[in-house]
Nanobody, 126 residues
Framework: QVQLVESGGGLVQAGGSLRLSCAAS?????????VGWFRQAPGLEREFVAT???????YYADSVKGRFTIDRDNAKNTVYLQMNSLKPEDTAVYYC???????????????????WGQGTQVTVSS
C-alpha cells in the first residue's frame, strides 16, 4: 500500500520561507518514481507546482520559478519543496503526488499521478 504524508506547512509572513516534506512508503523503488507537488486554493482548481523525476530532472510552474526548489532524498524516501520569497497568492493546501509509472520526463499533469497525500496548509500573510 502506497502512502504519501506531507508536513512542514504553516503560517508565514510574505517574504518568508517554508520547507515542505513528502514522506513516501510503499512506492518502491522510490528513486524510480516521479513525485510532484500541487496546490489548491479555496475556490480554485488544483494546480501544478513542481515535479522531480528519477533522473532528477525538475519542472516548475511559471508562478514559482526562481522561488521554489524541489529535491529528493531517495535514501529517506522523501521529496522536499523549499519555498522562498513567499507571497499571499501562494496560500493553498499543498499536496504531493506519486506516479506509478517510471517517467523519463516527470509529468506536470495531475492525471499522471496515481497516489496523493492528504495535503498540508500553507498560509502566507501580507
Amino acid at each position: 500500500q502506497v502512502q504519501l504524508v506531507e508536513s512542514g506547512g504553516g503560517l508565514v509572513q510574505a517574504g518568508g520561507s517554508l520547507r515542505l516534506s513528502c514522506a513516501a512508503s510503499g512506492l518502491l523503488p522510490f528513486g524510480r518514481h516521479a513525485v510532484g507537488w500541487f496546490r489548491q486554493a479555496p475556490g480554485l482548481e488544483r494546480e501544478f507546482v513542481a515535479t522531480i523525476g528519477w533522473s532528477l530532472r525538475t519542472y516548475y510552474a511559471d508562478s514559482v520559478k526562481g522561488r521554489f526548489t524541489i529535491d529528493r532524498d531517495n535514501a529517506k524516501n522523501t521529496v522536499y519543496l523549499q519555498m522562498n520569497s513567499l507571497k499571499p497568492e501562494d496560500t493553498a493546501v499543498y499536496y504531493c503526488a506519486g506516479a506509478r509509472q517510471s517517467f523519463a520526463i516527470p509529468p506536470m499533469a495531475s492525471e499522471a499521478y496515481n497516489y496523493w497525500g492528504q495535503g498540508t496548509q500553507v498560509t502566507v500573510s501580507s
